[in-house]
T-cell receptor, first 115, second 112 residues
Framework: DTAVSQTPKYLVTQMGNDKSIKCEQN?????MYWYKQDSKKFLKIMFS???????INETVPNRFSPKSPDKAHLNLHINSLELGDSAVYFC??????????????FGPGTRLTVL | KQEVTQIPAALSVPEGENLVLNCSFT??????LQWFRQDPGKGLTSLLL?????REQTSGRLNASLDKSSGRSTLYIAASQPGDSATYLC???????????FGTGTRLKVLA
């Protein structure tokens, strides 16, 4: 069973479109993250939710809107896509109850290409 | 502000060599440090998580050490194999938050 899954795996779209990426974890973790990995492979955190509550909100354009319907799911909606949004987006999860000493688990990534 | 540096950026070694990857961080007030492996076009696989109270953590041929006072961690890979070829990333939390900062990674190639 896949621990952290993302859909779609690949997403190719035109500038100006709106798209969503979905993430699900079956590990029973209370915290989920979205990361962006750019063309230079640098991984940067975007958002994090703990039990459906936003706890990390980095300096990200407000065209990006995360949503967590429950603690096992975290979605990312992107409005008015731009060329610079092309990247690989990773979802991760972790259990931070008790002090946050536990490891993160990552999904396989969604490769977004904006044309 | 936590900054994480990994040296070297790339490394190429012959099969069978023992090697060390380095991770440096600027804020030593961390509660753990995690090492990951990323294969091309794939997600990140957790290798080792070392808590701030630990000095070492081992898994198979991998050994991670942590020296908080000097802001350094090393990942030791024994008897390297071509299958070890990947990018290795370390990640540390920023002080007082659950946000992890990643290093830029070390691209390892083990030649058969």
């Amino acid at each position: 069973d896949t621990a952290v899954s993302q859909t779609p795996k690949y997403l190719v779209t035109q500038m100006g479109n709106d798209k969503s990426i979905k993430c699900e974890q079956n590990l029973g973790h209370d915290t989920m993250y979205w990361y962006k990995q750019d063309s230079k492979k640098f991984l940067k955190i975007m958002f994090s939710y703990n039990n459906k509550e936003l706890i990390i909100n980095e300096t990200v354009p407000n065209r990006f809107s995360p949503k967590s319907p429950d603690k096992a799911h975290l979605n990312l909606h992107i409005n008015s896509l731009e060329l610079g949004d092309s990247a690989v987006y990773f979802c991760a999860s972790r259990d931070i109850a008790g002090g946050g000493y536990n490891e993160q688990f990552f999904g396989p990534g969604t490769r977004l290409t904006v044309l | 502000k936590q900054e994480v540096t990994q040296i070297p950026a790339a490394l190429s070694v012959p099969e069978g060599e023992n090697l060390v990857l380095n991770c440096s961080f600027t804020d030593s007030a961390i509660y753990n440090l995690q090492w990951f492996r990323q294969d091309p076009g794939k997600g990140l696989t957790s290798l080792l998580l070392i808590q701030s109270s630990q000095r070492e953590q081992t898994s198979g041929r991998l050994n991670a050490s942590l020296d908080k006072s000097s802001g350094r961690s090393t990942l030791y890979i024994a008897a390297s194999q071509p299958g070890d070829s990947a990018t290795y990333l370390c990640a540390v939390p920023t002080s007082g938050t659950y946000k992890y900062i990643f290093g830029t990674g070390t691209r390892l190639k083990v030649l058969a």
